[in-house]
């Protein structure tokens, strides 16, 4: 079994590459304003009740 030796005044964290990639991902999208601006919008939307069922949903984009 591997082991990590570090020696540091700081906290560390080890996380699998694939975790800290998504981690990445994440970062870029929560920091794009344009997403941002769109995931707030959608909230909104969503306290207002603004929002169609999920069977609504497949039918609209069925029809198209």
Known sequence: ???L???SDEPVV???LREYEDLL???EIFTDPTIKRDIE???KEFREGKTISLEKLRSELDAN
Do not use: E, F
Request: net charge positive; glycine share 0%; aromatic share 0%.
């Open 41 to 43: 919008k959608a909230r």
């Open 25 to 27: 991902d994440t970062l």
């Open 14 to 16: 080890v996380v699998p």
């Open 5 to 7: 030796t570090i020696k």
């Open 1 to 3: 079994m591997p082991t």
